[in-house]
């Protein structure tokens, strides 16, 4: 525990946290706040959130962790845009984007500071996490932007607070869904049963969440499940595990999803993995002003399942016709900016 002085007055809470020596950095204390380690006054607060003196915090102490050096590593990367300030990559299901516990090496970030070096990655989400702007699950694939410079990161992370960043994705999903359009706006928090989960809540803490969706694609039910469909969801806010948890909400959890399923083993399709792909990615140019549109085909995997299930569709929607000529026709890199 450790009350707020004069001098800190008006500090942001991972600040003070760091300025005080609870933890070994900034953004070691924001980890901890966002993982509802740390209470201001007894409440569970925002890394954001501004210090009073008298203000009694308390935290949970960093755990002893070895450390190791963050090393580059000749891991293939799928660059789909790059200019001198940023990135965007095509991550592939299974690869963490940075390191942590029990993942420390065989990440996006080893591979960014093997290809860049780590003094030519921004490092706006901390020291160890370079070049990093945002994040998608290890075993979501898709589009993720990167920046090689901290005011263009800064940039980024500023337009997707502000939801001036377009991202879509592409999830199937069990069940039918009977509206072609719908909105979630659920708050989230992590699962007081769980930690490594998240779940809707109304707890204090819990931060606000609205994921929009389209359906796409309906199929029939099969002996062994209840039907799926094919959804473009659109996130307006990007919490963790976002889509799967809205999803579960809804009782249409994300096929394959190996934390938040539903179904038997039979109507998981064969996956491993959660259908869930980043395919949609169009922003405003942090320097150049220009608009950046990239859309990513489904990888294999995915589109196996899709292919398995043709003979089940009940058509597509005027949307899902949309979507697919997209994908069909998705450009690798714009060459308008093609300036490496």
């Known amino acids: ?7 800190s007055q008006g500090m942001r809470l991972d600040a003070f946290l760091a300025k005080a020596g609870c933890y070994a950095s900034r953004s070691n204390a924001a980890k901890h706040i966002e993982a509802e380690k740390v209470f201001l006054n007894g409440k569970v607060a925002s890394k954001k959130t501004s210090v009073s003196e008298g203000d009694t915090v308390v935290y949970e ?9 963050m090393l580059g590593e000749p891991i293939d990367l799928d660059i789909r845009y790059e200019d001198p300030y940023m990135m965007v ?11 942590s516990e029990g993942h420390y ?7 960014l500071i093997y290809k860049y070096g ?4 921004a490092h706006v989400q901390g020291d160890d996490r370079p070049g990093i702007v945002h994040r998608l699950d290890m075993e979501t694939s898709g589009l993720m932007m990167c920046a090689k410079d901290d005011e263009t990161g800064n940039r980024l992370q500023d337009m997707i607070r502000l939801r001036t960043v377009d991202r879509r994705y592409l999830t199937l999903v069990h069940g039918n869904i009977a509206h072609d359009t719908g909105m979630i706006d659920e708050p989230i928090a992590r699962s007081e049963g769980n930690r490594l989960r998240m779940a809707v809540s109304d707890r204090p803490g819990a931060r606000s969440a609205v994921t929009t969706f389209k359906v ?32 579960k909400h809804i009782h249409h959890c994300c096929v394959g999803d190996p934390m938040y399923r539903s179904g038997s083993e039979k109507a998981q399709m064969g996956l491993k993995r959660q259908f869930l792909h980043s395919y949609s990615l169009e922003f405003e140019h942090p320097v150049y002003g220009e608009i950046v549109s990239l859309v990513d085909a489904l990888p294999s995997e995915l589109q196996n399942v899709l292919d398995s ?5 009940m058509g597509r929607t005027p949307m899902g ?5 997209e994908l069909k026709y998705a450009q690798r890199q714009p060459e308008w900016l093609s300036m490496m």
């Open 61 to 69: 102490e960093a755990e002893e962790v070895s450390r190791i050096p």
């Open 216 to 247: 796409l694609e309906r199929f029939e039910a099969g002996r062994f499940d209840e039907g799926y469909s094919l959804l473009e969801c659109k996130l307006y806010t990007g919490r963790t595990h976002q889509i799967r948890v809205h999803m």
């Open 89 to 99: 990559v095509s991550k592939q299901a299974g690869l963490c984007v940075h390191p």
């Open 118 to 121: 780590r003094e030519n990655l």
């Open 105 to 111: 090496g065989t990440t996006l970030v080893n591979g």
């Open 1 to 7: 525990m450790v009350s707020v002085d004069t001098d």
């Open 321 to 325: 016709e949309l979507v697919f000529e």
């Open 309 to 313: 299930l043709a003979d089940r569709s």
